[in-house]
T-cell receptor
Framework: GAVVSQHPSWVICKSGTSVKIECRSL??????MFWYRQFPKQSLMLMAT?????????EQGVEKDKFLINHASLTLSTLTVTSAHPEDSSFYIC????????????FGPGTRLTVL | GESVGLHLPTLSVQEGDNSIINCAYS??????FIWYKQESGKGPQFIID?????DKRQGQRVTVLLNKTVKHLSLQIAATQPGDSAVYFC????????????FGQGTTLQVKP
């Protein structure tokens, strides 16, 4: 099946720094990718839709200036958490929509962010 | 908007028994439903999906049942194995062809040896 990768798999940073997370579709093209956040023992919450070649669309309550999304190619979307604070510590998961086949959405393995 | 809920946060079953995980949705216009499995520290893994023109779909050891009348779907796992231990989520598109998914709260399946 289609594979989505994320890098890094985990990151620890100091409060106030910025962290970039990459999401790649390895064997298919994805014009649309999605970013989710998941706190411990909770469900996935959609943060934003990443559209190749255009601006991301954010869900209500998600700060677009804090969570910068760039989708510069058909296989790569990046999420940058700017000026990270401890409350941003979470599991960030991306997914990519494979329009070339069955419109199935494939998820990456997630990135664990810990802000000290 | 769409909301998705699960009936039980935790389900404990004996190895070899069948498991049934339930999910309810709110939007009667929903026409596509997906079940995902998430192991600890990993991303969700697609298990099976079903469209609203069907009421049952079978995969390998898994069956999804859809009851549109009461807006309920279930995931049945036959002969549950220790490797099935995970959190199971149902997910539903909130409408329009955006690709967005609304996830339920998840049911943790614990398989006792």
């Amino acid at each position: 099946g289609a594979v989505v990768s994320q890098h890094p798999s985990w990151v620890i940073c100091k409060s106030g720094t910025s962290v970039k997370i990459e999401c790649r579709s390895l064997d298919f093209q994805a014009t649309t990718m999605f970013w989710y956040r998941q706190f411990p023992k909770q469900s996935l919450m959609l943060m934003a839709t990443s559209n190749e070649g255009s601006k991301a669309t954010y869900e209500q309550g998600v700060e677009k200036d804090k969570f910068l999304i760039n989708h510069a190619s058909l296989t790569l979307s990046t999420l940058t958490v700017t000026s990270a604070h401890p409350e941003d510590s979470s599991f960030y998961i991306c997914s990519a929509r494979d329009l070339g086949h069955t419109d199935t959405q494939y998820f990456g393995p997630g990135t664990r962010l810990t802000v000290l | 908007g769409e909301s998705v809920g699960l009936h039980l946060p935790t389900l404990s079953v004996q190895e070899g028994d069948n498991s049934i995980i339930n999910c309810a949705y709110s939007n009667s216009a929903s026409d596509y439903f997906i079940w995902y499995k998430q192991e600890s520290g990993k991303g969700p893994q697609f298990i099976i999906d079903i469209r609203s023109n069907m009421d049952k779909r079978q995969g390998q050891r898994v069956t999804v049942l859809l009851n549109k009348t009461v807006k309920h779907l279930s995931l049945q796992i036959a002969a549950t194995q220790p490797g099935d231990s995970a959190v199971y989520f149902c997910a539903v598109p909130p409408g329009s062809n955006t690709g967005k998914l609304i996830f339920g709260q998840g049911t943790t399946l614990q398989v006792k040896p």
